[in-house]
């Protein structure tokens, strides 16, 4: 296959010419002027990098509960499909934990969507809650847990958050480092001093950066400021505007070397509903999505992520009016370096085809995987659960 554009987006630049693609990767980027024939021709159009998430709960109408079961299975290739519609080529789903079995036995069939390379579980230990959060505490710290996600996980759950302040998160932490899982700070009450110490036990992640932890203080600059401050943490950062300001943005790309930070989305199973109310699922609490796509309670709280990493990338080129190339790297490439994956993160030769076109509004018009078309707007219309819509869609 060979694709053609002028506006490809390399690691270091946007280049004009053709990216020739066989067995999956990328054998060569040629000039414009190349004597190739392109079997397909973007124009104007951008073709960026497939997206790499390791922090998604779910999206149109799939998410990542519920326990092991075939029927799950289906639950996690709808999610799949939908991931590759907004983009996304790689992901680590981040799932509870009977659903880390099925997440592992999905990897390992050739999907039609987003590849599973890794697995991702918020917690189940953590402490701190979101803004008008209600406490409700955290399940038992049991060595038992820990090993049973790591069995579930098949060799593929390469990411855990905890909040390291609870009794016997230690145990947990070293149990899970030394079977090469990465750790996380994740949900905590942790002030900078006490950050640091959780760090030099091996937590290098900081789980959605900013978000439900304590923040930048003139006194003590908090969790927050502990994880921009240690070189050896790569920060997750929503980039919608609405987590994390978009003016905190540019205040942690001063302060936080580019390379150690990495765009997620943190979107759940209501990312991409239409506009309604909705009751979540097995509870009695309604969620609304307005015009503008995010999720909020009557009360005005953020009841989860609904715009996918490609929104982040919009907000960071036309807004933050950083280089694409550059913004390229946080979505996918500094991702791809984190968790050791050579062959990924950016269209380079040698490197698997992973690879989206987008129009000018950074919609997907194709997605990619290992040189496969895994998403084409034309053909994959009406993604969204039906059977969900119909269960929680109030008005």
């Known amino acids: 296959m060979i694709i053609k554009s002028k506006r ?6 946007v280049y004009d010419g053709y990216v020739v693609v066989e067995d999956g990767k990328i054998q060569e980027i040629l000039p414009s002027d190349a004597k190739v024939k392109a079997d397909i021709d973007y124009g104007n159009d951008r073709v960026i990098p497939g997206i790499f998430d390791t922090h998604n709960h779910g999206t149109y109408g ?18 799949l499909k939908g991931l590759a519609s907004q983009g996304v080529t790689c992901i680590f789903p981040t799932a509870g934990i009977d659903t880390i079995a099925t997440c592992a036995r999905v990897a390992k069939e050739t999907v039609d969507g987003a590849k599973i390379v890794g697995i991702h579980s918020e917690g189940p230990w953590l402490s701190r809650v979101g803004e008008k959060g209600i406490r409700t505490g955290w399940p038992e710290v049991k060595l038992e847990t820990a090993e049973q996600m790591l069995k579930n996980g098949d060799g593929l759950l390469r990411l855990v958050g905890i909040a390291p ?4 998160a230690d145990m947990i932490i070293k149990y899970f480092l030394d079977n090469g ?8 009450d942790l002030q900078y001093e006490d950050t640091n110490k ?3 036990k091996g937590l290098t992640v900081s789980t959605h950066q900013m978000n ?13 400021g502990a994880c921009l401050l240690r070189d050896e943490v790569y920060c997750e950062l929503i980039c919608d505007g609405l987590h994390v300001s978009l003016p905190m943005v540019k205040l942690i790309l001063k302060i936080k ?21 909705y009751r979540r699922l097995n509870s009695d609490m309604l969620i609304n999505v307005g015009e503008d796509g995010f999720l909020l309670t009557d009360t005005g709280r953020l009841m989860g992520s609904s715009k996918p990493v490609i929104y982040g990338i919009k907000n960071m080129v036309e807004v933050l009016n950083l280089p694409i190339y550059e913004v390229c790297q946080m979505s996918s490439a500094n991702v791809a370096r984190k968790y050791n994956y050579p062959e990924r993160g950016s269209i380079a030769v040698g490197k698997y085809a992973d690879m989206v076109a987008i129009d000018d509004d950074y919609q997907p018009i194709h997605t990619y995987s290992e040189g ?24």
Do not use: W
């Open 8 to 13: 490809i987006v390399l690691e270091d630049k």
């Open 198 to 200: 959780a760090i030099d």
């Open 165 to 168: 302040e609870i009794p016997g």
């Open 372 to 395: 496969r078309l895994v998403y084409d707007r034309k053909v994959d219309t009406n993604l969204f659960n039906k059977v969900y819509l119909d269960e929680v869609r109030v008005k």
């Open 257 to 277: 070397d580019h390379d150690k930070i990495m765009m997620i989305s943190d979107c759940s199973d209501l990312s991409g509903a239409p506009i309604g109310q």
């Open 62 to 79: 799939y998410g990542l509960r519920g326990e092991d079961s075939k029927e799950n299975e289906v639950v996690v290739k709808g999610y």
């Open 212 to 224: 439900v932890m304590t923040g930048l203080h003139h006194r003590d600059i908090g969790g927050a």
């Open 181 to 188: 899982v990465t750790m996380a700070f994740t949900h905590s």
